[in-house]
């Protein structure tokens, strides 16, 4: 077995595509501590600085107190605590949704909904450049499971005109994880519903991020309940603690609670965590501050690398794509940067189509004016022969 595996982990070595973990020794925030030094944070997903802030921290531990660390069993025997409650009432109201069901991840989630919703003999329509975990969910459902060209309605419309699927779902992200671009929402609502088709979308990346309060893609283009009938969340990035979430109408969630595999056959997140995402939302919501300076950031950002010449991908989101093409050479350039003091994600295939890689810029509401222009002064030092303006 092992020659086997080893072959096939020399081969991905030699593509230039081979993963390795950082030992980061402290918590997250705009500075991690990472071999002994500091390095200025431009890859987490903690869109608004809340990963490490004191009052979210003060409730986990208050509630570790009251609950211990764990649940100790399912949602459905007896980990289903108060906390757990209230946080889902407060996610349904937050989100503008009757009900909310809590998961322990976006990919438990992901996968749970789309296989409780549809199966054998139905259709599934997803974009190409959809999360790994939507994908997935997709090709265990046994539907019929069918890609459209991303963002392309006239390549959606194509798929589900020639469906005669009793059920048709329609599964995109909100933001796109790799791109920072956004789904063009409205008019697949309104193509699912000339189609007679379920939307779900996953908004991992939007919620927090955009809308009035932080709500999300689906309250920026307000669209209701009936329009987007699934919305997944999740609460480890732009919430800073951990978890996820699926919203919608009483039906679908008592379905969720009947029928998915990976809500019914786990254990419940901690209680604690919950507890924690409570104080999190009432952030999100009361310091509007933070998308403020966040949109403020981006915009710096962006302005900057125009000056330079950077070729970015057209994101107005807190991920900035650099596209870079060249796989290798994402990985020299991560790696330069580095050595400049900065933590950027290198993004190769499989997590993007082959001949995409990236460097993935993430900023957070917590990140500096200063600490943006240094990895744009950074960046220019590289761009004469490394990057592509």
């Known amino acids: 077995m092992d020659a086997t595996l080893q072959a096939q982990l020399n081969q991905r070595r030699e ?26 944070n431009f890859c987490s997903n903690d869109y608004l600085g809340l990963a490490g802030h004191p009052d979210i921290r003060r409730a986990l531990q208050q509630a570790a107190d009251q609950y211990g660390t764990g649940s100790g069993a399912s949602h459905l025997i007896s980990g289903h605590s108060v906390a757990h409650h209230q946080l889902e009432e407060q996610l349904a109201e937050f989100t503008g949704r009757p009900r909310a069901l809590l998961f322990s991840t976006g990919y438990m989630a992901n996968i749970g909904a789309i296989n409780a919703l549809i199966g054998r003999r139905d259709l599934i329509v997803q974009d190409q450049l959809n ?14 499971f069918q890609r459209y060209k991303h963002n392309d309605i006239a390549h959606l419309r194509q798929r589900l005109e020639k469906s005669s699927a009793p059920r048709k779902l329609i599964v995109t992200d909100g933001v796109f994880s790799m791109d920072g671009d956004t789904a063009p929402l409205r008019e697949i609502s309104n193509l699912a519903a000339e189609h ?20 999300g893609l689906v309250e920026q283009l307000k669209l209701d309940v009936e329009q987007v009938p699934v919305l997944m969340g ?41 507890a924690a995402t409570l104080a999190s939302l009432e952030i999100v919501r009361r310091e509007d501050w933070r998308r403020d300076k966040l949109t403020q950031l981006i915009q710096r950002f962006r302005s900057g690398a125009e000056q330079i010449g ?10 900035q794509p650099l596209l870079i093409n060249d796989d290798q050479k994402v990985m020299q350039l991560g790696q330069q940067l580095r050595d400049a003091g900065f933590l950027v994600g290198a993004i190769r295939p499989p997590t993007v189509p082959a001949g995409t890689g990236r460097l993935r810029i993430t900023l957070s509401a917590e990140h500096s004016d200063e600490q ?17 303006t």
């Open 15 to 40: 593509a230039h595509l081979y993963r390795t973990r950082l030992n980061v020794e402290s918590g997250c925030s705009s500075l991690l501590q990472v071999d002994g030094r500091a390095l200025i």
């Open 310 to 319: 950077l070729q970015l991908a057209a994101s107005s989101t807190p991920i």
């Open 234 to 274: 999740t609460l480890g990035k732009s919430f800073g603690t951990f978890g996820a979430f699926i919203a919608g109408s009483e039906a679908l969630i008592e379905t969720l609670i009947q029928f998915s595999r990976s809500y019914i056959y786990t254990t419940a997140l901690p209680p604690a965590i919950a």
């Open 196 to 215: 007679n088709a379920w939307l779900m979308v996953d908004d991992a990346h939007g919620l927090g991020v955009l809308g009035q309060q932080g709500a």
């Open 372 to 388: 943006v222009d240094q990895l744009l002064d950074a960046l220019d030092s590289l761009s004469g022969s490394d990057t592509p």
């Open 131 to 144: 999360h790994a975990s939507l994908l997935d969910g997709g090709r265990l459902s046994q539907a019929d």
